[in-house]
Structures are given as structure tokens and as C-alpha cells.
């Protein structure tokens, strides 16, 4: 099989991504169990968009409920952020109401002490805000599902 010359391409990049503030989009927003089997968490997929790292993937999870209060007290707070950078002033019942939700988020890696043997630094998600692009198509749209009054989700009984 033959096929025509070309010019050799730069290596495709794995590894972590460099440190620092992108624009990401939401692509999914789940409810999970925690991995022990305690509490839940909300999975957030983020994808960068470029033009560096464009269509990168980044994950967050937020502990929401937790047998440490501290743990989940964090948890609740950094999905706070999570909400106001989307552009909501209170928590969405539905957690597909951030899907789509154009903010910027600041990477980082992983403690290295805390990788195990034989594994990469990974990236982490240390802040979120609304993002800041001028474009009207890339705006974050207001939320087109019905918002909680005034009681987030894991607080109702």
C-alpha cells in the first residue's frame, strides 16, 4: 500500500497539563457514589478549549456527601464556586443544567509525595470562575432549567 509524502507532524503531547487558567467546557455533570461506598460525589468532564491543550479533558469531583463533615464542607463549597462560575445564584436541582457551561478553571498537578510508584502526576482543578470571552457564541447562557429556591440538593431531606 503506498500513499503520498507528506510532512512529519510535531508528536501528539500526553501528560499532564501545564499549570494555569483555562477555558473549559462542561460535558458531563454526574451524581456518583464515592469509592468507598459512603457518601456521593458530583463528577464534573471539563474539555479545554484551545488554542492550548484545545480538547484536553480534565475531571473534578466534589465530595457532596461525606462521612467527614470537613471533607464534604469543602466539597459543598468548591461546587458553590463551581455553580457561580456557570452562572447560576443558586444550585440547580438537575445536574445537566452545567452541561454546556463555557467557564475558566485553574489546573494544577497532583502532589508528587502522593503518586503511587509506576504512575503520572496528574492534573487537578484548584478554581473556578466565569470565563471571560468576548464572543456572544461562546457566552455562558443563562440556565434554562429550574433553579432550587434556596436549599441545594444534598441538604434536602
Same mark, same amino acid.
Given at each position: 500500500?503506498?500513499? @503520498?509524502?507528506?510532512?512529519?507532524?510535531?508528536?501528539?503531547?500526553?501528560?499532564?497539563?501545564?499549570? *494555569?487558567?483555562?477555558?473549559?467546557?462542561? @460535558?458531563?455533570?454526574?451524581?456518583?457514589?464515592?469509592?468507598?461506598?459512603?457518601?456521593?460525589?458530583?463528577?464534573?468532564?471539563?474539555?479545554?478549549?484551545? &488554542?492550548?491543550?484545545?480538547?484536553?479533558?480534565?475531571?473534578?469531583?466534589?465530595?457532596?456527601?461525606?462521612?467527614? !463533615? =470537613?471533607?464534604?464542607?469543602?466539597?459543598?463549597?468548591?461546587?458553590?464556586?463551581?455553580?457561580? /462560575?456557570? *452562572?447560576?445564584?443558586?444550585?440547580?436541582?438537575?445536574?445537566?443544567?452545567?452541561?454546556?457551561?463555557? !467557564?475558566?478553571?485553574?489546573? *494544577?498537578?497532583?502532589?508528587?509525595?502522593?503518586?503511587? &510508584?509506576? =504512575?503520572?502526576?496528574?492534573?487537578?482543578?484548584? /478554581?473556578?470562575?466565569? /470565563?471571560?470571552?468576548?464572543? &456572544?457564541?461562546?457566552?455562558?447562557? @443563562? &440556565?434554562?432549567?429550574?433553579?432550587?429556591?434556596?436549599?441545594?440538593?444534598? /441538604?434536602?431531606?
Amino acid at each position: 500500500m503506498k500513499f @503520498s509524502k507528506f510532512e512529519m507532524k510535531a508528536p501528539t503531547q500526553y501528560g499532564p497539563i501545564i499549570p *494555569g487558567n483555562y477555558d473549559a467546557s462542561v @460535558s458531563e455533570c454526574t451524581w456518583k457514589q464515592n469509592s468507598s461506598g459512603t457518601g456521593e460525589i458530583i463528577a464534573v468532564k471539563f474539555i479545554i478549549l484551545g &488554542p492550548t491543550f484545545n480538547n484536553r479533558v480534565v475531571y473534578s469531583n466534589f465530595n457532596i456527601r461525606n462521612s467527614s !463533615i =470537613k471533607a464534604e464542607e469543602i466539597g459543598q463549597q468548591q461546587f458553590s464556586d463551581f455553580a457561580r /462560575a456557570c *452562572g447560576f445564584d443558586s444550585i440547580a436541582d438537575d445536574t445537566d443544567a452545567y452541561v454546556g457551561a463555557v !467557564i475558566n478553571i485553574k489546573i *494544577g498537578l497532583e502532589d508528587a509525595t502522593k503518586v503511587e &510508584p509506576g =504512575k503520572e502526576q496528574r492534573n487537578i482543578v484548584l /478554581a473556578y470562575k466565569k /470565563a471571560e470571552m468576548s464572543a &456572544p457564541e461562546q457566552s455562558v447562557q @443563562s &440556565p434554562s432549567k429550574p433553579v432550587a429556591a434556596s436549599v441545594p440538593p444534598w /441538604a434536602r431531606k
